[in-house]
């Protein structure tokens, strides 16, 4: 399965953004699709995933209460609702498919390439 994440920008404190992750090649039924980021410096952080029919939403306690991910499969994307950004939200964030439902980046077998998220204080 090939993701393609889109969505990122340039933002400022407080604003909101939403990020989707576009999925072809494969049958996405059968995959877990999950967020991460990584900023400057960083390791690569598990922000959300849901269970294989949209269900089952878990987050890093980095963004919970302010992040939301959502799965359309008859459209075969996932986004993430980010409100409330803060400066510390920057960092390049991917989409990851994993046959598995798990928070561990080493579950995830297949990842999108990354898009940037900004935000200015």
């Known amino acids: 399965v090939q993701l393609q994440a889109s969505g990122g920008g340039l933002v400022q404190a407080g604003a909101s953004l939403r990020l989707s992750c576009a999925a072809s090649?494969?049958?996405?039924?059968?995959?877990?699709v999950g967020w991460f980021r990584q900023g400057p410096g960083k390791d690569r952080e598990f922000l959300a995933v849901?269970?294989?029919?949209?269900?089952?939403?878990m987050y890093g306690d980095s963004v919970k209460g302010r992040f939301t991910i959502s799965r359309d499969s008859s459209k075969n994307m996932v986004y993430l609702q980010m409100n409330s950004l803060k400066p510390e939200d920057t960092a390049a964030y991917f989409c990851?498919?994993?046959?598995?439902?798990?928070?561990?980046?080493?579950?995830?077998?297949?990842w999108g390439q990354g898009t940037l998220v900004t935000v200015s204080s």
């Open positions: 090649g494969g049958t996405f039924r059968n995959y877990v």
């Open positions: 990851a498919a994993s046959y598995r439902y798990g928070s561990s980046p080493t579950l995830y077998t297949y």
């Open positions: 849901t269970d294989k029919i949209g269900g089952s939403p």
